[in-house]
């Protein structure tokens, strides 16, 4: 069974800080990492991707993938109490799968 | 643009009974899944097609059904309901096998 480890949380952090959220997958042959947000009782909605080993930017996101350690990180700065929510990673399935596995999420709560 | 649409939001079935929940996309995505979402236990799949006429199994199948017959159209079927079904469930489709999922809004499953 393919698994995918994140943080058990909850993470705490004040407004203003970095938040570090971390995943780790068992599955040497993966090939796409995902990190999507979910608010309460919404559903997940996509924040960022990444394919290649390395760092990848958008606005205030940072996603860093590192496939030699099967680990993958999502750097959130200057948080703010909107990305107050829970943080799901997911990992394709090696081979070419059509499927992805997800982490059991992590729950981050900026603090004003 | 619509995405992804699920109906109903919420359903109270009691225990024996059936029911279809409905998922469309007007994305023209060849992949659609659905996952189930448990308190604190991540989004676990339950089955998912590649495209229409053909469906498979994911990690919970067990007590579900899915027909796909057109590429718009994935619905889920559950046969005499169980408390174990109790959930919320996404649906969702993707562009490209293994690629980012677009999720509908949910759908809240109470069986009594």
């Known amino acids: 069974q393919k698994e995918v480890e994140q943080n058990s949380g909850p993470l705490s952090v004040p407004e203003g800080a970095i938040a570090s959220l971390n995943c780790t997958y068992s599955?040497?042959?993966?090939?796409?990492f995902f990190w999507y947000r979910q608010y309460s009782g919404k559903s997940p909605e996509l924040i960022m991707f990444?394919?290649?080993?390395g760092d990848k930017e958008d606005g205030r996101f940072t996603a860093q993938l590192n496939k030699a350690s099967q680990y993958v990180s999502l750097l959130i700065r200057d948080s703010q109490p909107s990305d107050s929510a829970t943080y799901l990673c997911?990992?394709?399935?090696?081979?070419?799968?059509?499927?992805?596995?997800f982490g059991k999420g992590t729950k981050l709560t900026v603090n004003p | 643009n619509a995405g992804v649409t699920q109906t109903p939001k919420f359903r109270i079935l009691k225990i024996g009974q059936s029911m279809t929940l409905q998922c469309t996309q007007d994305?023209?995505?060849?992949?659609m899944y659905w996952y189930r979402q448990d308190p604190g236990m991540g989004l676990k799949l339950i089955y998912y097609s590649v495209g229409a006429g053909i469906t498979d199994k994911g990690e919970v199948p067990n007590g579900y059904n899915v027909s796909r017959s057109t590429t718009e159209d994935f619905p889920l079927r559950l046969e005499l309901a169980a408390p174990s079904q109790t959930s919320v469930y996404f649906c969702?489709?993707?562009?490209?096998?293994?690629?980012?999922?677009?999720f509908g809004e949910g759908s809240r499953l109470t069986v009594l």
């Open positions: 990444i394919y290649s080993n």
């Open positions: 994305m023209n995505h060849n992949y």
């Open positions: 599955d040497r042959g993966s090939q796409s």
């Open positions: 969702a489709s993707s562009p490209r096998a293994g690629g980012e999922l677009f």
């Open positions: 997911a990992v394709n399935e090696g081979g070419g799968s059509e499927k992805l596995v």
